[in-house]
């Protein structure tokens, strides 16, 4: 391709970037809703045409009319009626029809929430066009140092405010939704949930004599059609944007391909986490009925807090706490000197004990359940936080040992063998020079097992039958018994006990890869 | 060699006694009581009886709801072990490339790894609740659905929906794992590739996949072990409700040893679960391994 097409083709993408905004602009000028309504009706009896009565009468409703400009549209009926008596009496009705129209611009201008958030959107593609012109000006000049394909940051600015004005647009049909959909169930029941809003979205569409509930549906349905048109005319402006910055449409395609990817994933991941948080915030009525219920909490609860804290849910968390420490604790104990002679040592029998520790993987705790309370039994650990520490410890070996092994074989042996030589014991050269250097795998390995034994919940269901002693996951089920389930209340113990867990586990996170790397695969 | 001067032949040995211990009493003899009840009569009250050869297992197997709970159980690992996979390769291959803000992603992806299952189950039970569900609720406040739809009509729906958030849980686990396979695959091969001549599909195909089957392999095979063993989600969603129609052979095993009081099938349910267990992983290791050699 030379230079002059490419220019060429700069010209093209930069007109699509123009034609787009242009037909925003048309859009945003076309009604997305129109209604006619009678604002003056007035009968005279009596009243022959062209008397001096009717001319008052016309002049009336032509004052009437005066407001509504060139929209309004006098309708003119006249009536002869034969009386009794054999006169003929002539009747004249006067009605002045308004045809209104609601087009994006006064939807800017109603005040309304989801007006401001189209201002914005609107703003912001027009602020990208501007971008992009200068853009182009300075690249005009820079052209000939062959500086053509220089990412421009005037650019880059633009394609991130057309995007925000494409992600804005569900914003704006959320929020439209809301005053005019969502709020008709409500109005049926004679019962607003939002009574300033409903009234802002009636004053917009000029209803105080017409019935609320068809007019805002009448919009919702003629709105949607509008919403999409501009989602696809704001789409084409991010796709010439983009073009522009980078180059090539496939790469910018694939780009954006990326990043629509990346976004659909940590929306469904976040999901979940944005429910429990929510309703964990929720008054009991919201958390149980729909109706009664916009995404965001009207009110934050913050009591559900304090009401769970009352509940037992402290002595949980220490229980919990406890619990993992422990069964921590001895994992290491156990674990590191198991990897330290299966990285450090040769011996008859490693292959044995490495096929014995993926053995024990095989068996959940679950498939074990009978036999592990017969043994706690026998322990006399029935019943007690002690018999959960060893029984999460031991099921957390293989991957602990998994990680600091791996962990270990990546140090070099050299200071050791050094060490050994000049007459340190094994122990001493384990703690004083492997275990320092070593400390980002075993705090991983740590607060895996941690928040392994932190999350376990089935043996303890079963070996826990004390109130006090539960740990945090056995205990939240106590919001949800078969008759009722206290949502509000089982979400706000549950995010209590997920956040410590979740900061730690992102802690941990960048060093697990290398971690399951240098275990698993190396290894 | 990478292996430190030991004094004396038994010493590593004592290193790993704790370790071993610790197994030894708390997994080994758990799995010898269960092997040695599932071939004993239990009373409904607990006391161990007579030996009495495969009654249990013929019990278990004799069990109305045996059928459908294998073929549950089945479903169960293939969909969510499978789906699990593809959509945690494709997770970790996009969070391999240069994006922007990618450390903050990768922190969202392990979410789910971080969180209790237990939790992870309640949330997705009320998130499809028909009446209150929050997904209807955010389907009508966004205007996409008019009505509110039952996410829960029959049994079959539940249990993929349960399949779902055992897929959902298990993400994260794949995706480090090939994240891991990915990180460690030397650039240059790539720049070989390339020099060849090498389009990206052919890359991916040829250099990539060989290249992080090891992780693959493991992942995989943990991944049958959990998923297999996996408890907590269907417990919370439906207690395998209506009548065994949605258990898995784990949780029945649970509700006849907990709830029936029928200790005797559920140790054989055990046993087999076992047995299938190192079957299947056996045939998936070994067919890997070979294909690996060629």
Redesign the interface.
């Known amino acids: 391709m030379t230079k002059k097409q490419k220019i060429r083709n700069k010209h093209r993408w930069l007109l699509l970037v123009f034609l787009s905004l242009l037909l925003s602009i048309i859009l945003l000028s076309l009604p997305v809703y129109s209604f006619r309504q009678i604002v003056y009706s007035k009968r005279h009896a009596n009243t022959p045409v062209d008397s001096e009565k009717y001319i008052e009468a016309k002049a009336l409703a032509q004052d009437a009319m005066l407001p509504f400009g060139e929209d309004a549209k006098l309708n003119e009926t006249v009536t002869h009626r034969t009386n009794s008596k054999g006169e003929t009496t002539t009747m004249v009705a006067f009605e002045v029809g308004v045809k209104f129209t609601r087009n994006g611009w006064s939807w800017m201008k109603s005040g309304l929430l989801s007006g401001h958030i189209l201002l914005i959107a609107f703003g912001s593609i027009v602020l990208a066009s501007l971008f992009a012109v200068l853009s182009y000006q300075s690249g005009q000049k820079i052209q000939d140092k062959h500086a053509y394909h220089v990412k421009d940051r005037r650019l880059l600015i633009a394609c991130v405010l057309s995007l925000i004005a494409l992600l804005l647009i ?1 914003v704006f ?2 929020h ?3 005053t005019f ?2 709020n008709i169930p409500f109005l049926l029941d004679d019962n607003a949930l939002d009574a300033p809003v409903v009234q802002q979205g009636m004053d917009f569409l000029f209803t105080q004599e017409q019935d609320p509930i068809s007019a805002f549906k009448g919009l ?1 349905f003629q709105a ?1 059609g509008f919403l999409w048109m501009l989602f696809a005319i704001f789409f084409l402006n991010l796709i010439g944007l983009i073009k522009l910055y980078q180059g090539e449409i496939a790469a910018a395609l694939l780009t954006g391909f ?2 629509v ?2 976004i659909v ?2 929306v ?6 944005f ?2 948080f929510i ?1 964990g915030f929720r008054t009991p009525v919201e ?4 109706r009664f ?3 965001f909490p009207t009110k934050w609860i913050w009591s559900n807090m304090t009401d769970i804290l009352n509940r037992g849910v402290p002595q949980y968390l220490l229980n919990s706490a406890v619990l993992s420490a422990g069964a921590t604790l ?1 994992a290491m ?3 590191i ?2 990897a ?2 299966m ?5 008859k ?2 292959k044995a ?1 490495l096929g ?2 993926i053995m ?5 705790p ?7 309370s ?2 706690m039994t026998t322990l006399k650990l029935n019943n007690t936080i002690l018999g959960l520490i ?2 999460n ?3 957390n ?1 293989a991957f602990a ?1 998994w990680l600091l092994r791996g962990t270990f ?1 990546s140090i ?2 050299e200071m ?2 050094a060490a ?2 000049d007459g340190t014991s ?1 122990v001493g ?1 384990l703690l004083r020079i492997l275990l320092p250097m070593a400390a980002p795998g075993i705090v991983t390995t740590l607060i895996f097992v941690f ?1 392994n034994s ?5 043996i303890s269901t ?1 070996l826990i039958a004390t109130p006090t002693k539960k740990p945090i ?1 056995v205990g ?2 106590q919001f ?1 018994s078969f008759n009722m389930i206290e ?1 509000h209340y ?2 706000a113990a ?1 995010l209590l ?2 956040l410590p ?2 900061v ?3 802690l941990i ?2 060093h ?3 971690g ?2 240098s275990g ?3 290894g | 060699m ?6 004396h ?1 038994w ?3 004592l ?2 006694l ?6 030894l ?3 080994v ?6 092997f040695k ?1 599932s071939f004993s009569h239990i009373s409904p009250a607990g006391v161990v009886g007579d030996f009495v050869g495969f009654g249990n297992f013929q019990k278990a197997i004799n069990d109305p709801a045996f059928k459908q709970v294998m073929i549950n159980t089945f479903i169960w690992v293939v969909s969510v072990v499978g789906f699990s996979t593809l959509i945690g390769f494709g ?1 970790a291959v ?1 969070l391999n ?1 240069k ?3 990618r450390k903050i ?16 189950a ?3 039970n ?2 499809i609740k028909y ?4 997904l ?3 389907l ?4 996409i659905i008019k009505n ?1 739809i039952n996410w829960r009509v029959s049994y079959q729906i539940e249990f993929m929906w349960e399949c779902w958030v055992g897929i ?1 849980v298990t993400i994260p686990f794949v995706t ?2 090939i ?3 990915l ?2 695959i030397d650039s240059a091969y790539y720049e070989a590739a390339t020099v060849d001549g090498a389009g990206a599909w052919q890359k991916f195909r040829h250099v990539t996949f060989p290249l992080v089957q ?2 693959l392999t ?1 992942s995989t095979i ?1 991944n049958i ?2 998923v297999f ?4 989600i269907i417990y919370t969603i439906t207690k395998g409700a209506p009548a065994n129609k949605t258990d898995t052979m ?1 949780t029945l ?2 509700m006849r ?2 709830y029936d009081r029928q ?1 005797g099938p ?2 054989a349910l ?1 046993v087999i ?2 047995v299938v ?2 079957i299947v ?1 056996g045939i998936y290791m070994v067919s890997s391994l070979r294909k690996e050699e060629h």
């Open positions: 569900p049909a959320m439209a939704n809301y959909n969502r919702s949607t990326k990043y990817a990346v994933l940590c469904v991941i976040l999901y979940p986490y429910v429990m309703t958390a149980n009925d729909m219920r916009y995404i001895i104990l156990c674990g000197p198991a330290y002679a990285a450090r040592m040769d011996f029998g490693k004990y014995f520790v024990s993987q095989m068996f959940a679950v498939v074990l359940l009978v036999g592990i017969q043994l060893f029984i410890a031991a099921f070996q040992i074989i070099s042996s050791e063998q050994c030589i094994t050269a928040i932190w999350n376990e919940y089935t079963v996951t939240i089920t949800s949502w089982l979400f549950a006990a997920t867990v979740i730690l586990f992102m996170e960048k697990l890869v290398s399951l790397t698993g695969v190396k | 990478n292996s430190v001067f030991v004094r032949k010493e590593p040995y290193w790993l704790p370790s071993i211990l610790l197994m009493i708390f997994i003899f758990p799995i010898a009581i269960v009840l997770v996009l490339q994006l922007f803000g992603v990768r922190s969202i992806v392990v979410f789910p790894w971080a969180t209790s299952l237990v939790i992870q309640s949330i997705w009320y998130i009446e209150y569900g929050n209807n609720n955010v009508l406040n966004l205007g509110a959902f480090f794992c994240l891991a396979g990180q460690s090891p992780s493991v943990l072990i959990y063993n996996s408890f907590p784990i095993l649970y040893a907990f200790k559920a140790t055990s679960g076992f267990l190192c992983s």
